[in-house]
């Protein structure tokens, strides 16, 4: 897939775990794995929303777009 | 994805499937001990086989159709039926066995992957490749005995229809086209395109975070 899921550059910069994360976040550690992963076929506004929110970042900083993947 | 409440409509049908399956093993046990004993001349010269005539028969009889106060005549054109060979010979005996087990393998095959469809569905496992394969081969196996049946009415017109002489009846080309077999077949295979669709639709709902 095109898109990249940058989370666990966010998490290093913000000095947090997967599970910190999905226990601020309201995720389950299955489903976070599935979006760090780059296994997510879709996220819904408000998880990123809330990830944002968390992480103190923008879309950007999470997402990366990559058309040679 | 959080399970879903089997509805009360699906349960029903689990159930009386598990009673229609298991009532048909007895009955299915017993049909191929029969065959078994017809194949062994167990009954002798006393058989007297009875089988479902598909060939319409000419009937041509004046009736009264009795409503409320009022009668309406009537007049019975053609009908099916059923025939007894008295004093049944062997060879025809035998003859007749063949299908009887062949439809009897058939329905119990079909049951069986019926059975473990609904089984499925009961579970709450509906959008799943299993289902899926199911349908089709049920679809397929349905497609199978309609021609089945189709090739053993054109025998039975051939062979027995064509054959048969009676005082006052006479027997028709006529068979039944089935189609009930036919379309069911054709719904069934089109329901497993449906649950394909819905099994990417959850694939994709469930990598949605």
Request: include cysteine; proline fraction near 3%.
């Amino acid at each position: 897939m095109a898109i990249i899921v940058n989370l666990d550059v966010m998490l290093a910069r913000r000095k947090m775990s997967l599970t910190e994360l999905s226990e601020k976040v309201g995720l389950t550690m299955t489903n976070l794995s599935v979006l760090k992963t780059g296994k997510a076929k879709a996220i819904r506004f408000s998880t990123l929303e809330r990830i944002c929110k968390t992480l103190d970042c923008q879309p950007g900083d999470i997402l990366e777009y990559s058309p040679h993947t | 994805m959080e399970k879903v409440k089997t509805p009360v409509s699906i349960r029903i049908i689990f159930i009386l499937n598990e009673i229609i399956f298991w009532l048909f093993n007895l009955a299915a046990i017993a049909a191929v001990v029969i065959a078994f004993l017809v194949f062994l001349n167990f009954f002798g010269d006393d058989l007297q086989l009875q089988v479902k005539l598909p060939v319409a028969f000419q009937a041509n009889l004046d009736g009264v159709l009795m409503q409320d106060n009022s009668s309406l005549n009537v007049r019975l054109l053609d009908a099916y039926g059923e025939i007894q060979f008295i004093d049944t010979p062997l060879s025809l005996a035998r003859l007749f066995m063949i299908p009887l087990l062949l439809v009897v393998g058939g329905m119990y095959f079909m049951l069986s992957i019926f059975r473990r469809f609904i089984r499925n569905v009961n579970r709450g496992l509906i959008f799943e490749a299993r289902n899926i394969r199911r349908l089709r081969v049920l679809a397929f196996s349905l497609l199978v005995f309609w021609v089945f049946w189709i090739i053993y009415d054109i025998l039975m017109l051939l062979f027995i229809a064509r054959d048969l002489h009676f005082a006052t009846l006479e027997m028709l080309n006529k068979t039944q086209p089935h189609a009930t077999l036919l379309i069911f077949a054709l719904v069934l295979w089109a329901l497993s395109h449906i649950f394909l669709r819905g099994l990417k639709l959850e694939e994709e709902a469930s990598l949605t975070i």
